[in-house]
C-alpha cells in the first residue's frame, strides 16, 4: 500500500469510526398527508356505491392548492400510503379491471385512477412544478403498486421511497437523522404484505404480496354497498400469554369470525384476479381458501399463525424489533397498539436515531410524547385521514429551524369550509451532538432531546441557551426571541424581520 493509501485509509477509518450524525443546517418543512383511498369510477356508481373518499376529493384539492399559494408553508409534501385503493370493493367485484370486468395490470388501473381523480392529480403537478418535493409511500391499500409503476403511470411526479416490496419509509432530514416517516402496516397481521413465494403458496404468483386483510377490506366493502354493519368483536381477552402456536390459532380464528358476523354480503365468495392471487382460472376465492379457522388450513394462508410463520414475514417486512403474532393480531384492530409500536420498533429502539416517527395506518390523528431513558424526549404523530365518514380532515406538519435546532410537530385540521386550523403541537430541541455513528453501523446517544413547553400560554419553538438571548419583551410585536446575531424569531420559531 502506498503512504497515499495509507494516509487515506487512516483519514477514513478514523472518520467512520466516530462520527456525529451531519446536522441539518437549513430550515425545512415537511407536510405529511395520508389515506386518500382514491378509487376508479365504479365506486361512485350510485347502484353500488363503495368509495371511502368522494365529498372530500374537492377538499384535497382546494388543500393542495392552498399549499400552491403559499410556498413557504411547504418544502416537501409526503404522501404517506393508501392514497390508491386497491383494495376495497365488494366481494363480488374484481378490483383492478374495468367496468366489463377485464382485467387490468396495476398501472391500467393506476390511470382509471388519476384520469377519476384529474384535479387532484393535476394540483400534485402544478406543486411539483413550483419546485416542491413530493413523496410517495406505500400504505397496505396501495402495498401491490411498484416504483415501476408508479413511474411508467406518473412520470416524473414522485420521489417513490420503498424500503420493501409493498413498505416505505422516508427520512426526510436524511439517513440516521431524527424523523421517520412510515404508514405503520408492516407491524399488522391482518395488513402487513405476505410475500406468498417466500411462504410457499401454491398456484399464485411467486411475487404475490396481498395479505389477509384484503379479503377483510372486499368484506367491508360488501357491507357498505349491503347496508350491513361490520361487527368487530373486541377480542383483548383472547390473548394467548404463552405466545403458542395452538393459542394463536385460537386467536386469529376468532378475528375472523368477529369479521365476517354481521356483513350481509350474499356469500363470502371473493372474487379478486389482482396481483397473482387467483386468475381467469380461479377468479374466486371460497371461504374457506383464505380464512383461517380452528379446523380450516386455507390455501392462501396455510400455518400464518405459527410463530415461524410471523417472524419470516415479519423478517421479510424489515420490521426492526420482533412483536408477538397477537400484538400484531391486535394492533389491525386496537388504535393504541399501534402508537405502542411506534415507541417500541423506532422511537424506544437504541439502534435507532429516530426521535420523532410518523405512522398513518389507523384513520386517527394523534401527536403524544414520552421519555426515553437514552434519547430523552420523544414525539410520536399519526396524520389521521380524508376519508369522507370523518368530521373534518387531518394532515401533518413538521417544521425545522436550523438556527434553534428546534422541530416543530403539528396534527392539523382542514374542514369542509377550506378552514386550517392546528389541533396539537409539540416543540422538540435536539442538542447538535447528540448522536455518534460508528463505522460498524451502530450509533451512541451523547446528549438527549427535550421538549419545548408550547400550552397556551407557553412559548414554544426556541430554547434558551447560550446562543440565545433571554426572552425580549417588545410591546408592539408581542413575545420574541433574539439571537446573539440579532435575529429575531416569533414564538412559532419563525424568523422575523430585523
Not at 391500467?108 to 419546485?131: S, W
Not at 403458542?244 to 386469529?252: H, I
Not at 408477538?324 to 388504535?335: A, D, K, Q, V, Y
Request: glycine letters at 6%.
Amino acid at each position: 500500500m502506498t503512504t497515499m493509501k495509507k494516509i487515506l485509509f487512516s483519514v477514513l477509518l478514523l472518520m467512520g469510526a466516530c462520527m456525529e450524525a451531519a446536522a441539518q443546517t437549513e430550515d425545512k418543512t415537511v407536510v405529511i398527508v395520508s389515506d386518500w383511498h382514491l378509487s376508479d369510477a365504479r365506486s361512485f356508481d350510485a347502484n353500488n356505491y363503495y368509495a371511502w373518499t368522494n365529498k372530500n376529493r374537492d377538499r384535497i384539492v382546494n388543500f393542495l392548492n392552498k399549499l400552491y399559494a403559499n410556498p413557504s408553508s411547504c418544502d416537501v409534501l409526503v404522501l404517506n400510503g393508501d392514497i390508491f385503493e386497491l383494495w376495497r370493493t365488494p366481494t363480488n367485484v374484481c378490483m383492478v379491471a374495468d367496468e366489463q370486468g377485464k382485467l387490468l395490470d396495476d398501472v391500467q388501473y393506476l390511470l382509471r385512477i388519476k384520469e377519476q381523480n384529474a384535479d387532484i392529480f393535476a394540483a400534485l403537478q402544478k406543486l411539483h412544478d413550483a419546485g416542491k418535493e413530493i413523496v410517495y409511500l406505500p400504505g397496505n391499500h396501495d402495498l401491490t403498486i411498484s416504483k415501476e409503476d408508479m413511474e411508467a403511470a406518473f412520470p416524473g411526479l414522485f420521489t417513490n421511497a420503498f424500503d420493501t416490496p409493498g413498505t416505505g419509509l422516508y427520512e426526510p432530514f436524511g439517513p440516521n437523522s431524527v424523523v421517520a416517516i412510515e404508514h405503520g402496516s408492516r407491524y399488522d397481521y391482518f395488513n402487513a404484505p405476505y410475500p406468498h413465494g417466500e411462504m410457499g403458496t401454491a398456484n399464485v404468483r411467486s411475487d404475490a404480496l396481498l395479505p389477509p386483510g384484503y379479503f377483510t377490506s372486499k368484506l367491508g366493502a360488501s357491507a357498505t354497498v349491503y347496508k350491513a354493519a361490520q361487527q368487530r368483536k373486541k377480542t383483548r381477552g383472547l390473548i394467548n400469554a404463552t405466545e403458542t402456536d395452538e393459542g394463536n390459532r385460537t386467536l386469529v380464528s376468532s378475528f375472523w369470525n368477529a369479521i365476517h358476523v354481521g356483513v350481509g354480503a350474499p356469500d363470502f365468495n371473493v372474487s379478486t384476479c389482482i396481483d397473482g392471487v387467483g386468475d381467469e382460472n380461479h377468479p374466486v376465492y371460497k371461504w374457506e381458501e383464505y380464512a383461517v379457522t380452528e379446523t380450516n388450513n386455507p390455501v392462501l394462508y396455510a400455518d400464518s399463525w405459527t410463530i415461524k410463520n410471523w417472524k419470516k414475514r415479519c423478517e421479510y417486512n424489515k420490521v426492526p424489533v420482533e412483536i408477538p403474532l397477537s400484538t400484531g393480531l391486535l394492533t389491525g384492530i386496537f388504535h393504541d397498539y399501534t402508537t405502542n409500536l411506534a415507541f417500541t420498533q423506532r422511537l424506544c429502539n437504541p439502534k435507532l436515531p429516530t426521535l420523532i416517527c410518523v405512522f398513518a395506518h389507523t384513520h386517527s390523528k394523534l401527536v403524544e410524547t414520552r421519555h426515553d431513558a437514552l434519547k430523552g424526549d420523544v414525539v410520536y404523530l399519526n396524520d389521521g385521514t380524508w376519508v369522507d365518514e370523518m368530521e373534518y380532515s387531518t394532515y401533518g406538519v413538521i417544521r425545522y429551524t436550523a438556527a434553534t435546532r428546534q422541530y416543530e410537530i403539528q396534527v392539523r385540521k382542514y374542514g369542509r369550509d377550506d378552514t386550517d386550523s392546528m389541533l396539537d403541537c409539540r416543540y422538540l430541541y435536539v442538542p447538535e451532538n447528540y448522536l455518534l455513528c460508528h463505522s460498524d453501523g451502530s450509533i451512541e446517544f451523547q446528549a438527549k432531546a427535550e421538549l419545548v413547553e408550547s400550552g397556551a400560554n407557553g412559548i414554544g419553538g426556541i430554547k434558551e441557551s447560550e446562543n440565545i438571548k433571554p426572552v425580549q419583551k417588545v410591546l408592539e410585536e408581542g413575545q420574541i426571541y433574539i439571537l446573539r446575531d440579532g435575529s429575531r424569531y416569533n414564538v412559532a420559531g419563525q424568523q422575523m424581520a430585523k
